[in-house]
């Protein structure tokens, strides 16, 4: 029984593993298709996996950009992510701030596409400022190949007609991540001199300090492993008296071996980036291939003439061999600016405390400084002694701008009016049906307020007659002789 059992469900299992091998067709339909709705999105993914979560960050970002309720994240992978905009103005102010970071680490995000390149997600936009460039070379196309040295310069911000208050250029570069951001790089000038250049990247918070990339921190920078590893094994071969053997870009077997030198492809070591395009290379050997005899000669030597034509030609170089796009001039010289955030260099502020009584003649200057704020401020609500809302949320503007009770807390004042205004305790005043009118009320026209003072206790003692003051010219009338006489 067991045996038949076993076979039946060897069976079963067979007939799974050959209907999973068989490929699932996705109908093409609307109703299987989110394009409509990924087209105003945002895909971007981390780059730090050690210091940047994706869970917290569809969390944090939304708020971070102060569009909380109009914008909504999903968690694609455990390093991917998208965010889903309501509208298409909320997408374009969050792309245009340019780089966007998540625990100080950077961020890598791009606008949604259908049919993504190979290369997406592993570029960014930075603008990068450019210090102690020449004097003799101030000028856009070497602004821009001093940019070219970190990256591939998109755009360059520099009006030579505008006068310039800052010691530095900028340019927005289109950054690969995998690779190192660069501080300081040394010119050859045609001179014969050397200088060097020092760059600074806007919104760029933290870095390996070893490596300076974007992936990873120092502790686990698997460079400075390998650096470590590769000075052991070039000390092992220089003791045993070795040479180390660099690998050839152009086998026998290529068609462009003997027609380009290795100096001419691979990669650039200044810029990081390929001498030739692929798609360029390719089409030479197609070019080639298809010719025998005196006719790939004569091909061969166009090829040759043609790439000493534009050796010396930094721009054609870039247009026609490395298939980069020109960079695009602009006069806006403060085009997208942000901060730059160095880690390193930062000193905590440090207060002087022994100076005696220091944090106390801060906080009474703090406290004087907006005394005088509100004493330039009109009040939103006006008060008098006969009215309704007696309530201690209003108190203070009653006591600021009253004619009647106008000390300041901390002031000597009278009686009435300490005990009138005390946290806590109700004001023990007559019905309204029994209040006089307050005559000295504040008189507020169109320039602001203006206090009146009317003292009512000596206008009751005239009307009663009891005492009469009289100015000092006025004569006493004639009132005829004493009754006694």
């Given amino acids: 029984m067991s045996s038949a059992l076993d076979k039946a469900l060897l069976a079963m299992s067979l007939e799974e593993e050959e209907e999973e091998e068989t490929p699932f067709d996705l109908p093409d339909l609307p109703q299987y298709s989110s394009c409509l709705n990924n087209s105003i999105s945002l895909i971007g993914r981390i780059l730090n996996p050690d210091c940047q979560k994706v869970p917290n960050l569809i969390r944090e970002m939304p708020r ?4 909380f309720d109009r914008v909504r994240g999903i968690a694609l992978s455990p390093e991917r992510f998208q965010f889903m905009f309501k509208h298409e103005h909320d997408l374009l102010e969050v792309y245009e701030k340019g780089v966007h970071s998540f625990n100080d680490w950077t961020l890598a ?23 102690n460039i020449p004097v003799n070379h101030y000028t856009a196309k070497a602004i821009e190949a001093l940019g070219d040295l970190v990256g591939h310069v998109v755009e360059v911000a520099f009006d030579p007609s505008r006068p310039r208050i800052n010691d530095y250029e900028r340019v927005l570069v289109r950054f690969d991540v995998s690779r190192p951001l ?4 040394v010119v050859n000038l045609p001179g014969g001199e050397k200088t060097t250049i020092s760059y600074e990247y806007e919104r760029i918070h933290k870095r390996c300090f070893h490596c300076q990339r974007l992936t990873h921190e120092q502790t686990v920078c698997p460079f400075k ?13 220089l003791n045993k ?22 100096n001419q492809v691979g990669i650039n070591p200044a810029t990081g980036r390929p001498r030739i395009a692929k798609e360029v290379l390719d089409g030479m050997r197609q070019y080639l291939l298809t010719a025998s005899g005196p006719e790939k000669i004569i091909r061969e030597h166009r090829v040759k003439s043609s790439l000493a034509d534009i050796g010396n030609d930094p721009i054609a170089q870039k247009a026609f061999l490395s298939l980069e796009t020109l960079p695009v001039i602009t006069t806006n010289i403060d085009k997208g600016k942000g901060h730059v955030f160095e880690f390193q260099n930062s000193t905590s502020a440090v207060l002087p405390a022994s100076v005696p009584g220091y944090h106390s003649k801060l906080l009474q200057s703090a406290i004087q400084a907006g005394r005088n704020n509100n004493e330039f401020s009109t009040p939103e609500f006006f008060y008098s002694e006969g009215s309704v809302d007696s309530s201690y949320n209003n108190s203070r503007s009653f006591l600021d701008f009253s004619s009647v009770n106008s000390a300041i807390v901390g002031e000597a004042g009278t009686s009435r009016a300490a005990d009138v205004f005390k946290p806590g305790r109700a004001r023990r005043r007559p019905p309204k049906n029994k209040r006089q009118p307050f005559e000295g009320a504040l008189n507020v026209n169109q320039f602001g307020y203006k206090k009146t003072d009317v003292k009512r206790k000596a206008e009751e003692e005239v009307k009663q007659g009891s005492k009469i003051k009289r100015k000092l010219n006025e004569a006493v009338p004639m009132e005829g002789l004493p009754k006694d006489l």
């Fill in 64 to 67: 971070k950009w102060q569009k």
């Fill in 109 to 131: 995000i791009e606008r949604w596409v259908e049919r993504p390149p190979p290369d997406y997600l592993n570029f960014i936009n930075i603008w990068v400022r450019l210090r």
């Fill in 182 to 185: 660069y501080k300081t790089r």
């Fill in 225 to 237: 492993l390998r650096d470590l590893q590769k000075s052991s094994e070039q000390s092992n071969i």
């Fill in 241 to 262: 008296g070795l040479k180390i053997k660099q690998d050839k870009i152009l086998k026998e077997s290529d068609p462009l071996f003997g027609v380009l030198e290795e």
